[in-house]
């Protein structure tokens, strides 16, 4: 069920911007960085897991600390502490760790076992100091807000697309290859432009309150919107491998084309991303032994699965026709000749983001509120509900107003904050949770939990990589602009 829930949350939004980036960096390069990014990632999971047994393992050890303390209190100073009571109270120095470790496997074997759920600002707290914190909720922060910027332009650019060919001329040509300007004609007088700035108002009225209040009993919708999700994927596989066995198909894939490797790398980041999720994912799960291997073939899963979408889109259609929202690309009456399968896939991201957006909103609000919080303090009524839900909701609808470009906004959000959350900090955390462990219980115990890569070699690895990246990336949005 574990397994499942994680195929779930990482097979999302960023899916359906994939083919469209695999077609213009080209069918081999999209295929060894899908690759190469997916082994990244599953490591940097298995860090995440690791840090999760290390939180685990010190919150047991502070509440061993604190009854002795208790049972120290109430018994008589006299009474005859055993030595194993002097060795914990003593747990920071290294020459009386040995014994510390034999009095613990013999109370309880399992020190490291993940029992009790620390979500990641948890775990950052424990083991980063005040500024690796603050770093750490902001880089949350700014993916949160790519992530709803994202959501604020797909639900307007999905109905704006099929609405207005849906109707005078245009009727059900989205995907034949016309390419529409925002200044063409939707119905009458207004254009295209108007038509989605119209929608993303309704979209910011109807689900923008969302956020001033908290989202609960979700369990259903959630069910449903997987549902949905898995009938839209497996239909457009489906109809692209017909139309290609029909020898209709009209796609003629580039092997390499490095100027779309930007856009590529921050679609696949965001296409792998879990990370942060992982706490709620794997503490449920009962027999943690083999969850590392469990990981590992839902990630090979998942690679198989994005590359089988990706490679029947670019084949099927013309790299010019692919559109940001995949989706798009099945409202074309020649492809698909029901109209309610058209309409189901044309406006399936709206269902399904539509669930999803006030969740996120209210996560992201939460994540201010922590930012800021401080020990014992409360927030005046006006701060609380209307200050942070306003700071919360109108930055992504301001930026989804200015540019609908959902490759973009996705390759952005992955290639900074997700490159942040996905490699950085996780490494980070296996660094320091190491650190710490030692610390408390000396340079003999071994985590359990500890990742296959556990040499100190992949975390520098990692952090080169994810230094690299924001370079890289940096480097090449300054000199794409600076030719335009």
């Known amino acids: 069920v574990g397994l499942v829930y994680m195929f779930n949350l990482i097979v999302g939004t960023g899916a359906l911007t994939m083919p469209k980036a695999f077609a213009t960096a080209g069918w081999l390069v999209s295929l060894v960085l899908l690759m190469f990014l997916g082994f990244m990632s599953y490591m940097t999971t298995t860090f995440v897991v690791e840090a999760m047994a290390a939180a685990n393992a010190q919150l047991r050890w502070k509440r061993m600390e604190k009854r002795k303390e208790d049972d120290e209190e109430d018994e008589d100073s006299s009474s005859g502490v055993s030595d194993s009571d002097v060795l914990l109270q003593d747990g920071y120095e290294r020459a009386e760790t040995r014994p510390i470790l034999s009095v613990q496997r013999r109370g309880s074997p399992n020190i490291f076992e993940i029992t009790e759920r620390v979500e990641m600002g948890q775990m950052a707290s424990m083991f980063f100091n005040k500024v690796g914190v603050n770093l750490f909720y902001f880089c949350i922060i700014i993916y949160l807000y790519g992530d709803l910027a994202i959501y604020a332009a797909a639900v307007p650019v999905s109905l704006m697309q099929v609405t207005c060919s849906a109707t005078g001329n245009h009727s059900c040509s989205v995907g034949d290859g016309t390419k529409y300007n925002d200044t063409d004609r939707c119905w009458g007088p207004i254009r295209r432009i108007d038509a989605y700035r ?287």
């Open 198 to 484: 119209l929608y993303l108002a309704a979209f910011t009225l109807l689900l923008g309150p969302f956020t001033f209040f908290n989202v609960q009993k979700t369990k259903y919708l959630q069910i449903m919107t997987s549902l949905m999700r898995w009938i839209a994927f497996i239909l457009m596989i489906i109809l692209a491998l017909i139309r290609i066995s029909r020898g209709q198909a009209e796609g003629h894939p580039s092997m390499a084309q490095l100027s779309g490797i930007r856009n590529l790398f921050g679609v696949c980041v965001y296409s792998f991303m879990c990370q942060h999720s992982l706490p709620s994912l794997i503490t449920p799960i009962s027999k943690k032994r083999h969850v590392n291997k469990l990981v590992l073939l839902d990630y090979i899963l998942i690679l198989a699965f994005y590359s089988l979408l990706s490679f029947t889109a670019i084949y099927c259609f013309r790299n010019d026709t692919l559109m940001d929202m995949y989706t798009l690309n099945f409202t074309n009456c020649e492809i698909i000749s029901i109209a309610f399968i058209r309409y189901f896939l044309g406006l399936f991201p709206v269902f399904t983001i539509s669930t999803n957006f006030p969740i996120i909103a209210v996560t992201l609000r939460n994540n201010w509120k922590t930012l800021f919080h401080r020990e014992g303090g409360t927030y005046p009524w006006v701060v609380d509900r209307i200050v942070f839900p306003a700071i919360t909701l109108i930055p992504p609808v301001l930026v989804a107003f200015c540019t609908h470009d959902l490759e973009a906004l996705v390759g952005i959000t992955g290639a900074y904050a997700g490159n942040g959350i996905q490699y950085l900090i996780p490494a980070f955390l296996a660094y320091c949770s190491r650190k710490d462990t030692q610390l408390v219980f000396g340079t003999g115990t071994v985590n359990k939990h500890l990742s296959p890569f556990r040499h100190t070699f992949w975390i520098v690895f990692v952090l080169i990589w994810g230094f690299s990246c924001f370079v890289f990336v940096t480097a090449n949005i300054v000199l794409s602009e600076s030719k335009l």
